[in-house]
């Protein structure tokens, strides 16, 4: 079993084992995040704090965007690029962020 | 990173290696003189501190160097905002003390010239550093005399401000909007695809007529193009007519609007068919290619820019070199920074995948947002998500896009609410780069 | 027919050339170029487009529906002396627009 070792952006640790078949990596797919979310989904300004997000709250609201029935000026276009399993481990990695 | 030092005597030609001391090396936070692999980073900008702050974050065994001749890094975007009149200089400019901190070795030179079979790179000021690894990312340069007479000496008459540089450029034209007579004409020349940042010059009209609006309020803005279309296009027109009237003229190509000569002395744009046009103030984007150091080491190609292995970023002209912003073929991925910022992660992981073991992230996926102010209180944006195919990049279908339109009676919240996630960005991307 | 679009012709020449010398021709011509076909008419559209150096027609081409609004042609002639340039737009209803420009070629 591999263990892959990423830090996210803060002195956090987030330590997952991944197996060998592909799995989407979500401290990677959160660093695009930080560009707006801040460091480590700490939010900035205007745009939201994402630590500690509950996961299903997340992946409920996530879906919402996608499906434009949440108010928003930008998430809902960007929640469509992301699949089901992306999305599944962005919750698993905010939802784990304190 | 062992390194030639100009007091030992070492030069382009002598070519032997002397291993410094901990002692000599010595720079604050760099953690240890001979670490596992050295990783290089060559440009300070968008690419190459993101790429180097997340080495340093995520490899800490990895010894990284920066190299970038601007002792502290001017952002290009928001430099339309000191034209608006609504940032000063030092509210887009950034240290590279965070990185120090963090364990990069910065070098304030300029890379003079890459030998990818030896793997090193010579420094303008003498110096040669040895590399396991190469993160390239020196953004473009201008093709001076494309637009004839347009070479380096008339951009201190005709600003380009295309990019952040010491801020003189953006600094120059904002002095020229708040000298401009009454009255008077702001000329700027835009150029054809592919350029750095497509909605950069459309921002730029706005902030312009923003402050003329206050200021000089019956002065005018043509804005010659060199295309027929441009990012954004409906939106920034909406607001253009909303908010400034018939202070903006925007002429595309097909009406005349290339233009291919300019004269400083005479202060004249002159279209591709001959039109001559008096400009008070003239900014000129000229066409742009990679820089010289991407290009004299053989990494671009005819069109001037660097073709990438869409998964790694490494150039297809030589190993161990990963070329991203905008210097790169990246299309249909922009040229931005947000671009050079997300994808510099990813070049990293396969950058550093052999040296560390750790697997390069074998699934990526790039990342843009594109924030433009066309107003006060009325931000636009673009956004897109690309994963690589087999030989480029594909945008994500069914998802990204830019606003929604409508007026602003309809649309004043959005507009507000995306001017003020526009200054977030900027502060949580700056953060990502130098903090 | 009412209010027949004039358009007007332009082109870009070099001033001179030696006899031999590949040169650059641009054109552009604005002309609305309506189909007719998937949206409203009446159909407006240019039917050909001819170039004469010294007398001789050195690139024609005849408008497809797919042509785009404001056409602009780039060609490249091995320039011949004396140089003078005709240009012929031919419009569908029989109209010409002509303009004229010449090089010094030498």
Redesign the interface.
């Known amino acids: 079993m591999r263990t892959r070792l990423l830090l996210p952006t803060t002195l956090a640790l987030a330590m997952a084992a991944w197996p060998a078949v592909a799995q989407p990596d979500g401290p990677m797919l959160a660093e695009a995040c930080a560009g707006c979310h801040g460091q480590a989904g700490a939010g900035q300004g205007a745009i939201s704090d994402l630590r500690g997000y509950d996961r299903d709250a997340f992946l409920l609201v996530w879906a919402e965007f996608a499906a434009d029935e949440r108010p928003a000026t930008i998430m809902n276009r960007i929640a469509r690029g992301y699949t089901e399993a992306d999305v599944e481990a962005l919750a698993d990695f905010f939802s784990s962020l304190e | 990173m062992t390194r030639q030092t100009r007091t030992t005597l070492t030069r382009r030609g002598f070519g032997t290696l002397i291993a410094a001391s901990a002692a000599t090396l010595a720079t604050p936070g760099l953690l240890r003189a001979n670490t596992n692999g050295r990783l290089l980073v060559v440009g300070g900008g968008f690419g190459g501190a993101s790429a180097a702050r997340?080495a340093r974050?995520?490899y800490p065994d990895v010894s990284v160097t920066l190299v970038e001749p601007q002792t502290s890094f001017v952002t290009c975007p928001y430099g339309n905002l000191i034209l608006g009149g609504r940032k000063q200089l030092s509210d887009i400019t950034h240290s590279y003390d965070g990185l120090r901190a963090r364990g990069v070795q910065v070098i304030h030179d300029r890379a003079q010239e890459i030998d990818a079979e030896g793997h090193r790179v010579t420094l303008a000021g003498g110096d040669v550093l040895d590399y396991d690894k190469l993160i390239l990312s020196p953004g473009i340069a201008l093709r001076w005399n494309a637009i004839e007479g347009y070479d380096e000496a008339a951009s201190e008459v005709f600003p380009h401000a295309w990019w952040g540089g010491d801020g003189s450029q953006i600094t120059t034209l904002r002095a020229q909007l708040e000298a401009l007579p009454e009255g008077g004409v702001v000329g700027m020349a835009i150029p054809d695809n592919p350029f750095r940042c497509p909605p950069g010059p459309y921002e730029r009209i706005s902030m312009i007529a923003h402050h003329l609006k206050q200021a000089n309020p019956t002065a005018k803005i043509l804005a010659f193009d060199s295309k027929d279309g441009f990012a954004k296009q409906g939106l920034f027109q909406d607001a253009w007519e909303e908010l400034y009237g018939d202070m903006i003229e925007w002429i595309p190509?097909?009406?005349?609007g290339r233009i291919?000569r300019v004269d400083t002395e005479n202060k004249l744009f002159v279209s591709?068919?001959?039109e001559e046009h008096h400009v008070d103030l003239g900014n000129v984007i000229p066409p742009q290619y990679a820089a010289g150091i991407a290009r004299d080491a053989g990494l671009a190609n005819d069109s001037g820019w660097v073709p990438v292995n869409p998964r790694s970023f490494e150039a297809e002209a030589a190993r161990d070199i990963h070329v991203i912003g905008d210097a790169n073929v990246g299309a249909p991925m922009p040229k931005s920074g947000?671009i050079a910022?997300?994808t510099a992660?990813?070049a990293v992981?396969a950058a550093l995948a052999e040296i560390s073991g750790?697997?390069a992230?074998?699934?990526?996926?790039?990342?843009n947002?594109c924030y433009s102010h066309a107003g006060e209180d009325y931000g636009i944006?673009v956004?897109?998500?690309f994963r690589p195919t087999d030989d480029g990049f594909e945008a994500?279908p069914?998802?990204?896009?830019v606003?929604p339109s409508g007026p602003l009676s309809e649309m004043s919240r959005?507009r507000r609410?995306?001017a003020?996630?526009a200054?977030?960005?900027y502060?949580?991307?700056t953060?990502?780069m130098f903090? | 027919m009412s209010d027949l679009h004039q358009s007007t012709p332009r082109v870009r020449l070099p001033r001179s050339a030696s006899a031999g010398d590949t040169i650059e021709v641009r054109t552009l011509i604005d002309h609305p170029m309506v189909t007719a076909v998937s949206g409203p008419g009446p159909r407006d559209m240019l039917a050909r487009f001819e170039a004469t150096m010294n007398g001789e027609t050195v690139i024609a081409y005849d408008f497809a529906n797919g042509a785009a609004a404001n056409p602009t042609f780039t060609f490249h002639v091995r320039a011949a002396a004396p140089g003078d340039f005709t240009f012929t737009w031919t419009h569908e209803d029989g109209r010409r627009f002509t303009t004229e420009g010449s090089v010094r070629v030498t």
């Open positions: 997340f974050i995520n190509a097909s009406q005349d291919m591709e068919f001959g947000y910022n997300s992660k990813t992981t750790r697997p992230w074998d699934d990526p996926v790039y990342f947002t944006s956004a897109a998500i994500t069914d998802s990204g896009g606003s959005n609410l995306e003020r996630y200054d977030a960005w502060a949580s991307i953060d990502d903090s």
